[in-house]
Structures are given as structure tokens and as C-alpha cells.
């Protein structure tokens, strides 16, 4: 990674009273993939079509490769068309009226490239999105996945030095979009492009990234890789929409850590957070790095066992404030009303909000 | 299933065999007995009197007017229709709600009391216009003659474009903004996306707009009775009334009209095969994505000029006219010129109270309409229902059927039921308001299905079957689930077969008997008669009543929307 390629300064957008976008500042090195990750109206979709040129900014600048794009003090917008990117929206937008080639060479008709090398260059983009087949089809005719290959192919086209991928994967079912995820990171890996891209769902942001980005109301909460993303997260929105959470509101006495109102049920195996003059915190722990035990631990009786395939979901009441738990198959299944005790592994700590 | 739904007393045997007789004897029938005169005199072929009608030269002079007002209507419409619906949905035109809003308004005018008034405003002599701009530039002859093709082509395009525009302005909304989005970042600049990207993609919507106006205007009546009778420009549909009228409605006028109509049937029928084609190309479907805001064509310097260019198409085209009407209908004499001295309302008392023949045009027009819609609106939702809710074996001849009216002329509906209700079968209604109630039925039987199909197609089969489910008999998931859901359907319909039957033309001419003029007949008439304040006079009422109508569909579709 060298340079920062992609550029946001201070980028700022207003849809009326809402402010979609609030003083985002980010830096993208070339040949990054960046993922910027939050729920719908986060901001993210909104950001891109800055970056791409379809929004303007109310403040902020953007540049590319050193030059600026987009700039609220100057009054300057590149358009769209100027910019040089590829982009893959999530409804496909492949043309009807055009079969696959011709979508293909689209880009390269509108920059009056030669005519031999239209076709080397539409050839290749269709041949490395495995589409050989079906050049002359049109995209009616094709399944979902084949037709978000026809966007990429197209994005592809130009070597663009910048891709932009708005949820590109999201209406695809679960199967083909794990498999084109790898797709776009070879893609990448052979063109060697920077990669901006939305999405909601985690899983998907984990697998490609190099960094992600958690938006929230048009506000950042994190960048970061995705494993700090996901073992460090630096607020309890980013904790809760990486990954299942548990949010266990504790009290602290005698140095021992106690859930909120359950001293009876007995302390928890964990060390007292650092430097804290609070009693009362909020205690963050994932489904997975609970354990099971039949001795000792914070006790508690089964409420619910769910079968979810490899894994087992428990729910587990300590008096009246309930932990979820999930653990692998393999290890003894409890019965719901059985008794047992809590063992936290990796936990978090954030204050207690009331 | 249908045993499943009604156990084995058929109901849905009988709602069928019901709709489809309905269908048969309103629509079908007529249209077969036009064919099956044109075709056949006392049971053999009748070749003869075919080539002798379709070796006048009158004929195919008819059949080319019909041709050329035919196309000449449509290129323009499209052009103007496709134009303003791109001006309204994909640039930042300033007013663009409103103006959208103004563009259907032609739609809801008479377009013969549009040529009406353009006769008024353009006619070689008389017409104020022309008048004016004569003494303007101290001319002799007249700059405008709207006594011509020209004059019939551009009166029609005013009032028939909104259906180019409805249809394109829909499509361009409906259509997924990234398909141009994407073609942007690939390097396309606006225009480029326009040509290569959207009217492309916009060519289904146009065509079928396009196809519709062909349709309408093949078989329009109105506006070339009123411009082109004068000077002897007939098309099919004028010609077949002339050759009725000429003869006193002599049954050998009445088979010339049948060959004739078969043209128009036979035309009609081929347009519709065509339209059918183009929706059937799927390969173009335009699927709706994500709703964001679609690219605008930044106007800069042209947004006033272009707003006031619209605004101006639509002072001309509906405005002027209507205003003209209201001026007019107001004169003491005709010719005299607009001063406050000129005018009372002496002629609106005097058609409203005093005038036996224009209060029993109002009374009829206003008693058969009401009667035409409801009963239209109940025979509607029974064949509608039929065809999208019962999987009944034999549903497709119903589907036939329910296609007729859609492609049936007013004039060819008129002939056939003059065929079918003059004593032939055992019933003559000649002469009498249920010959005309009867035809109302069979032309707007197909915005009845049109609306009630779309109503029904809303409702899911399943809120039925959860009705019967929980214990209601066919007849109560009827009435308390399916047709509360469906009223604004149903309403719909009633008011789409009203308003335009209110001012009926077409059909009302070859029906009406000495007592039974219509609104529609009496202003033609009163046009005819060279009472031309008389027949403006008549036709303010008639637009007081659209406006007063429309508004209130408005407000009935408003407060539905915000019941819901």
C-alpha cells in the first residue's frame, strides 16, 4: 500500500434538515479494499454516490490520485462520466435493449476507442467474468448472478483505477454471493484497483476487506481492520452490529463483579475493569465465548435450547436478566430448567447507560 | 379448486355462463352482425355491393383522410407527448407537479367542443383569430384555415397526446434510475444516455401510447364532423353517418355502413395485434429498483424559456378554447365582437329553462349516463371477478370477449346495435333512449373491466380464502372482504363511464330519436344549424358539469387515499 489514493475531507451532506453525512474524513491507499458498513440511512450509499459524483457535497472535498473530484470551497464538480470509475449498483442496472457484449462495450463505444481494441478489451472482461458463453445473450435471459457478472464485466472494461460497489452482492442468494465475493478479490488482485464498498452485512465487509469503516447515522464510529473491528470495537453500536452480543448490566462490589441485582446467582470470573470509579457498567461478551459449566460460574437456569444446524443457541436466565450462548454441537446438550454456571472468556466494558 | 370453493352447485358455472351472455348480446353479437351484413344478403355472399362500396371513389377517399389523420395525429402526439413527459420527469423544469397535473387536462375535455371552439377561433372568415391578425397586417384572405386535414390533425393531437405522455411519463418514473446512473459512470454524458439508454428503453411505452392514439384516432368522429363536413373532408367514421343521415337510416345506408365499419374493426383489431407484439417483447421490462432520485437534465438557461413554452401549449390548447366557448356562449348574436354590453346570460336561461330540445338534452344525457355507469359498473365488477377470481374451466372465451370492447369504434357499437335492438330479433328499441342506454353499455364496458380487473388484481386471493376459512359463506367473504376492497375500483369505473358519457358523440349521433338528442347531438346539431352561440352556450353546461365532475373524483380519490 502506498499513497492515499481516494481522498474524503471533512465531507458533508445534507438531505434538509438531516444530516446524511457528517464531517467524514477518510484516506484509501491504492489498491485498497475499503468497506464502509452500517445499517440502511446510515450514510454509506450516500457517501459512494459522492465519491462517484452522483451527489454533491454541501461541504468537503474529494480527490483521486492527487486531483480533486469533487469540492465544496472551490465550486467544483467532475461529473460522473469524467471520472473514470467502475461502478456496480445494486439492482444489476444492466441494460435490456443490449446483449451482453454490447453492455460490455459500452464504456469503451462512449471513449471512441478503437475498434479492434473494443473488442480485445470487451473479450477479456467478458472472458475473466466467465460470460464467454453467452456474449450474444441478452441479460433477460440470464440469472441474477450472470447479470451482476454483465455489471462487473462493464465496470472492468476501462481498467478503471477506482471500483465502486454499492451492495453489489445483496440480491443474490446467500450461496452465489459467497462465491462472487471471491470473485471481486481476485478481480481485484489482477487489475489491482481500489475498491470502495457498501454493504449491511458484516460477514461480507470481514471476508473483503482491508479496512472497514462502521457508519451510524451519517456519523463514523470506527475504521479499523476487520479483526480489531471485531475484537476491539470502540463503541457498543459497533459491538452490537458486528457480530450477536450480549450487553449484561453489572455492579461492582467488594472488587467483585456481580450482574445487576443477581449477587445471589455469585460473582463473575472476570477482573475488574481498569481505572473506573463507576459501580455500574455494561458488560459486552459474544454468544460464543461463554462457557457451559456444571460447577461454580455465575448460576443460572436454561430457559431455551434452539438447534441452529452446527450450532447450539441456549438462552440462560440469571435471575431475571437473560445471556445467550452458542456453542458447537460436540459438546454436552443441557436441557431447558437444568441448572448451570457462566464462564465469560473475552469480554468488553462500556458504561452503563441509562 | 372450484369444487373446493362452491361445493358442486356450480356458482362459478353460472357467474360465467352469466358474464359471458352479457358480453355476447351487448358486445359480441353486434359486432357479428355488422360482419355477417357486410358479408351476406339473403344468406349468400355479397360481393357485389362489397366492390361497388370499395370502388367508390368517395370510399377510399374516406379511408385515406382516415389514414392520414390517423398518422398525422400520431407522429405528433408522440413527438409532443414523449417530449413533455421527458420535460416533466427528467429536468429540472420548474412547477414540474403542477404542470404534470396540466398536461392531463386536455384528456378530460370534448375534443368536438375543442374543434368547436377552434372553428370559432380559426375558420377562414369568422374565426376571431384569423379576423384579428387579417386587420393586423391589413391582409385579404386568411393566414389559418382550420377547415382542413391540418386543421383536424392538430385539433385531435391537442386532446390526444396525453396518451403518449401518460404512458411515457409512467415508464420514466417506474424505470430503475441506476440503468442511466450506470451508464453515466461509464462515461455517457446526458445526451448520450438519452439516445442510447432511455428512449430505448422507453420504446414499449411509446409505441403503446403511439398505438392508442392511432386507435382513437382511426375511428374519431367528433372533430372531423365539425372541421371537415364543412368542405367535404370525410373520414370512415363521418362518412358512414353522412350515407345514414342522407338516407333517413335506409337499411342500404345501414349495409354501406357495416362495410365500412368491418374496415374500421378489421384496422382496429390489426393495432391491437401489433400493441399486443410490442408489450409481448419482454426483453425491454424496465424492473423498478432501489427508489432514488433519477438523473435531472440540468435546464440552466432554458428552465423559463421551456416553462413558458409549456405553460403557453397549455393556455392554447385548453385555455383559449375553453374561455372562447364560455365568450361565445355567452353572445347575443354570433360574430359581434367580446364588450360586456354583448353579453348576458339571456342564452344560458334560455337553453337551461326554456328550450324544449336542449333541456331534454341535458335530461337524457344526464339520466342515461348515470344509468349507462352504474349498470356498467355492476356488470363490470360480476365479468371482472369472473375472469382474475374464479379458475373456472372456459375463463379464456370470457378473456376474448372482455378484449372486444377496447377495440370496438363508437360507430361500428352504433351500427351493431342498430342491427341487433331494430325488430330483427324480435325487440326494437329503434327511437327510443334504451337503443342508446344499450350502446353506453357496450362502448364503456371496457373501462369498467379495465378498472374493476386492476382493483381485483390487488386483492389476494388468500384474504378470500382467509374469510372462508374463518367461517364466511362465499356470498358474506363477498360482501364484507372482497367488495369493500374493491369499492374504489368500483367508483373508479362508475365516474370513467359517466363524465366521458356525458358528453357522448359518436354513438348518441346514429342512435337518437326525435325525443332522444343527447347533450353530444344537440350541440353538433345546434353547430350544424348555424346556432354556433346556441351550441356554446350548450356546451359551457356540458363543461361545467366535466369540471365539477372531476373535481369531485378528485376528492373522492383524495379521501380515499387518506382513509387507508
Known amino acids: ?354 | 379448486m372450484i369444487r373446493k370453493l362452491f361445493g358442486n352447485f356450480g356458482i362459478a358455472e353460472i357467474l360465467l355462463a352469466v358474464s359471458v351472455l352479457i358480453l355476447v348480446i351487448v358486445v359480441a353479437v353486434p359486432v357479428l352482425l355488422i360482419l355477417w351484413t357486410a358479408l351476406f344478403v339473403d344468406g349468400s355472399l355479397n360481393t357485389r355491393d362489397i366492390l361497388k362500396v370499395l370502388s367508390q371513389p368517395e370510399t377510399y377517399e374516406a379511408l385515406k383522410n382516415s389514414l392520414i389523420i390517423a398518422a398525422g395525429v400520431t407522429f405528433f402526439s408522440t413527438i409532443i407527448g414523449v417530449f413533455f413527459a421527458w420535460l416533466v420527469s427528467r429536468t429540472d423544469l420548474p412547477l414540474k407537479e403542477t404542470m404534470k397535473v396540466l398536461f392531463l387536462v386536455p384528456f378530460m375535455l370534448p375534443s368536438f367542443i375543442g374543434a368547436l371552439a377552434w372553428k370559432m377561433l380559426l375558420s377562414p372568415r369568422a374565426g376571431y383569430i384569423n379576423k384579428y391578425l387579417s386587420d393586423l397586417f391589413g391582409l385579404d384572405g386568411s393566414l389559418f384555415n382550420i377547415y382542413s386535414l391540418s386543421g383536424i390533425i392538430a385539433v385531435e393531437t391537442m386532446y390526444l397526446f396525453p396518451f403518449v405522455f401518460i404512458q411515457v411519463a409512467g415508464a420514466l418514473e417506474r424505470m430503475d434510475p441506476t440503468l442511466e446512473e450506470s451508464a453515466r459512470i461509464s462515461g455517457a454524458g446526458l445526451l448520450t444516455i438519452t439516445r442510447k439508454i432511455t428512449l430505448p428503453l422507453m420504446t414499449p411505452s411509446i409505441a403503446a401510447g403511439a398505438l392508442l392514439v392511432a386507435l382513437y384516432s382511426l375511428a374519431h368522429f367528433g372533430v372531423p364532423a365539425i372541421l371537415g363536413t364543412e368542405r367535404g373532408i370525410y373520414n370512415i367514421p363521418t362518412k358512414i353517418y353522412e350515407q345514414i343521415y342522407q338516407s333517413g337510416g335506409s337499411f342500404v345506408a345501414i349495409r354501406t355502413g357495416t362495410i365500412l365499419s368491418s374496415i374500421l374493426v378489421i384496422a382496429a383489431g390489426l393495432i391491437l395485434y401489433i400493441q399486443n407484439l410490442v408489450l409481448k417483447a419482454g426483453r425491454f421490462q424496465v424492473i423498478a429498483g432501489k427508489s432514488m432520485r433519477p438523473l435531472l437534465l440540468k435546464l440552466r438557461g432554458l428552465k423559463i424559456p421551456l416553462l413558458l413554452f409549456s405553460i403557453l401549449y397549455i393556455f392554447i390548447t385548453v385555455i383559449l378554447p375553453t374561455v372562447t366557448i364560455f365568450l361565445v356562449g355567452s353572445l347575443k348574436t354570433y360574430g359581434v365582437s367580446f364588450t360586456l354590453e354583448n353579453m348576458s346570460l339571456t342564452n344560458l336561461k334560455y337553453i337551461l329553462f326554456q328550450w324544449k330540445m336542449t333541456k331534454d338534452a341535458i335530461w337524457n344525457s344526464l339520466y342515461l349516463s348515470l344509468g349507462a355507469a352504474f349498470v356498467t359498473m355492476i356488470v363490470g365488477t360480476l365479468i371482472s371477478y369472473t375472469i382474475v377470481k374464479i379458475k373456472v374451466r372456459g375463463r379464456f372465451i370470457l378473456e376474448f370477449l372482455g378484449l372486444l370492447p377496447f377495440s370496438v369504434p363508437g360507430t361500428v357499437i352504433a351500427i351493431g346495435v342498430i342491427l341487433m335492438w331494430s325488430g330483427k330479433f324480435g325487440i326494437n328499441l329503434y327511437n327510443t333512449a334504451w337503443i342508446i342506454f344499450i350502446a353506453y353499455i357496450a362502448r364503456y364496458m371496457a373501462f369498467s373491466l379495465k378498472s374493476n380487473s386492476a382493483a381485483l388484481e390487488q386483492v389476494s386471493d388468500s384474504l378470500e380464502e382467509a374469510a372462508r376459512a374463518c367461517g364466511a359463506t362465499h356470498w358474506q367473504s363477498l360482501k364484507d372482504i372482497v367488495i369493500p376492497l374493491i369499492k374504489p375500483g368500483m367508483v373508479a369505473a362508475f365516474f370513467l363511464i359517466f363524465l366521458p358519457a356525458l358528453r357522448e358523440l359518436t354513438t348518441s349521433i346514429l342512435l337518437y330519436g326525435p325525443t332522444t338528442r343527447t347533450i353530444g347531438v344537440a350541440i353538433y346539431a345546434l353547430n350544424e344549424d348555424g346556432e354556433t352561440v346556441y351550441a356554446a352556450t350548450l356546451a359551457s353546461v356540458a363543461l361545467v358539469i366535466i369540471i365539477v365532475g372531476q373535481l369531485a373524483i378528485k376528492r373522492i380519490t383524495r379521501s380515499r387515499i387518506k382513509g387507508i
Open chain 1, 1 to 354: 500500500m502506498t499513497m492515499s489514493h481516494v481522498k474524503l475531507q471533512d465531507v458533508t451532506k445534507r438531505f434538509g434538515p438531516v444530516v446524511a453525512v457528517n464531517r467524514l474524513s477518510i484516506e484509501i491507499s491504492q489498491g485498497e479494499c475499503f468497506s464502509m458498513l452500517g445499517p440502511s440511512g446510515c450514510g454509506k450509499t450516500t457517501t459512494l454516490r459522492m465519491v462517484a459524483g452522483f451527489e454533491d457535497l454541501d461541504e468537503g472535498e474529494i480527490s483521486v490520485g492527487g486531483k480533486i473530484f469533487s469540492s465544496s470551497f472551490k465550486k467544483y464538480y467532475l461529473p460522473p462520466e469524467k471520472r473514470d470509475f467502475g461502478m456496480v449498483f445494486q439492482a444489476f442496472a444492466v441494460w435490456p435493449h443490449l446483449n451482453v457484449y454490447n453492455n460490455v462495450a459500452f464504456p469503451l463505444q462512449i471513449r471512441k476507442m478503437p475498434k479492434a481494441e473494443i473488442e480485445e478489451r470487451t473479450r477479456r472482461a467478458i472472458t475473466y467474468t466467465g460470460l464467454s458463453e453467452c456474449a450474444e445473450t441478452y441479460p433477460n435471459e440470464l440469472s441474477g448472478g450472470q447479470k451482476q457478472r454483465i455489471a462487473l464485466a462493464r465496470a472492468i472494461a476501462i481498467n478503471p483505477t477506482v471500483m465502486l460497489l454499492d451492495e453489489p452482492l445483496s440480491n443474490l442468494d446467500p450461496k452465489l454471493r459467497e462465491e462472487m465475493r471471491f470473485e471481486i478479490k481476485d478481480l481485484q488482485r489482477k487489475f489491482g484497483f481500489t475498491i470502495l464498498y457498501v454493504t449491511h452485512d458484516q460477514a461480507e465487509a470481514m471476508a473483503l476487506s482491508d479496512r472497514i469503516l462502521v457508519m451510524s447515522e451519517g456519523n463514523v464510529q470506527q475504521i479499523d481492520t476487520p479483526l480489531n473491528i471485531y475484537h476491539k470495537p470502540a463503541n457498543k453500536f459497533v459491538f452490537s452490529f458486528i457480530g450477536l452480543s450480549n450487553f449484561l448490566p453489572v455492579e461492582i462490589a467488594d472488587s467483585a463483579v456481580y450482574i445487576e441485582g443477581q449477587h445471589d446467582a455469585g460473582p463473575l470470573n472476570v477482573e475488574l475493569p481498569p481505572r473506573t470509579l463507576e459501580r455500574r457498567l455494561i458488560l459486552a461478551t459474544r454468544p460464543f465465548e461463554i462457557d457451559i459449566i456444571r460447577e461454580g460460574g455465575v448460576r443460572g437456569t436454561v430457559k431455551r435450547v434452539t438447534y441452529l444446524g452446527d450450532v447450539i443457541d441456549y438462552r440462560v436466565m440469571v435471575g431475571n436478566v437473560e445471556v445467550r450462548i452458542q456453542k458447537n454441537r460436540i459438546k454436552e446438550i443441557l436441557r431447558e430448567g437444568q441448572r448451570c454456571g457462566l464462564k465469560f472468556n473475552r469480554i468488553l466494558w462500556y458504561e452503563h447507560q441509562p
